[in-house]
């Protein structure tokens, strides 16, 4: 069983940028697919990114396309989102989420895909 700890959240102004970690333990972290997600308050959890176990593939919603990246570090267990170009609409907790199995594009953009989930970093952009 995979334990994920996100961290790197905090207050930002828009136009700026952070890093986000997700520091995985347990298990064999390159065996997992990895995927980040986020919540704004009153909204359901949606897809931001999403990277396969080599980091090669890589996948992002259309709204953070271009100005987020997802990658990922085997050798330390750890998957980043770097967050940049920030707007106040990018307020939310984000979470990062693995699973074994998601092999198809629809699969990894599926919050119901996940088997893992850490508990989340907060994100507020300011305007």
């Known amino acids: 069983q995979v334990q994920l700890e996100e961290s790197g959240g905090g207050l930002v102004q828009a136009g700026g940028s952070l890093r986000l970690s997700c520091a995985a333990s347990?298990?064999?972290?390159?065996?997992?697919?990895m995927g980040w997600f986020r919540q704004a308050p009153g909204k359901e959890r949606e897809f931001v990114a999403a990277?396969?176990?080599?980091?090669?593939?890589?996948y992002y919603s259309d709204s953070v396309k271009g100005r987020f990246t997802i990658s990922r570090d085997n050798s330390k267990n750890t998957v980043f989102l770097q967050l940049n170009s920030l707007r106040p609409e990018d307020t939310a907790t984000y979470y990062c989420?693995?699973?074994?199995?998601?092999?198809?594009?629809?699969?990894?953009?599926?919050?119901?895909?996940?088997?893992?989930w850490g508990q989340g970093t907060l994100v507020t952009v300011s305007s």
């Open positions: 989420a693995a699973d074994l199995s998601t092999a198809t594009t629809t699969q990894r953009m599926s919050a119901g895909s996940y088997d893992y």
């Open positions: 347990g298990g064999t972290f390159s065996s997992y697919n």
């Open positions: 990277c396969s176990r080599s980091g090669t593939f890589t």
